[in-house]
């Protein structure tokens, strides 16, 4: 069996990063608040100007359907706490990671977590991929860094997926063959 390498991992994460890119540069700031069902999670502007996700800590049954703004918040959510885990520092808490609102603000954070983690990325040697993670896995102890960048990359394109899909919803609904 072929051993994983940093330069195989990036690959597979630029191809990721194409595909989302391809709908980030898509986004209108109207697609991150809208609602595509009555039971669904975005974020919320509270009185002091922030934007709060919303979040149980128990996945409610049926799960709520996200809106691109809650997904562009999980994204930069869980990437920064990755990058935490492999950097060695303490992870930020879920309330620490702010959503900057919609539009342009967002699409220049995720661009701006993209960049931090290619960084990381190049500071590994193919040495430091069997290196122990404990992150997304906190009750195992058989995980490697191979297994973070890999589940980054399966996490990213999942994600990507979900906001293309939802990008698409609203046009097909809102667009000028939906009114008519």
Known sequence: ????????????????????????????ADDFLWEPAG?????????????????????PDPVPVPTIGWLTWHIGWWWTVTTDHLR????????AVAWPG?????????RGLRTEWLG???????????????FPWPDTT???????IAWVNAELMKNAAEIGQLRLLRAA?????ARG
Do not use: N
């Open 1 to 28: 069996m072929p051993v994983p390498s940093v330069a195989l991992l990036r690959w597979q994460f630029d191809l990721t990063w194409a595909l989302f890119e391809y709908h980030l540069e898509r986004l209108d």
């Open 39 to 59: 039971h669904c999670w975005s974020v919320r502007r509270g009185a002091d100007g922030t934007w709060t996700p919303d979040w149980a800590d128990t996945e």
């Open 88 to 95: 060695g520092v303490p992870p930020r808490q879920r309330a």
């Open 102 to 110: 919609a539009g342009e603000p967002t699409i220049a954070w995720l």
């Open 120 to 134: 990381l990325l190049d500071q590994l040697s193919d040495a430091d991929l069997d290196g122990p993670a404990m």
């Open 142 to 148: 058989d995980h490697t860094v191979t297994h973070t």
């Open 173 to 177: 609904r809102t667009g000028p063959a």
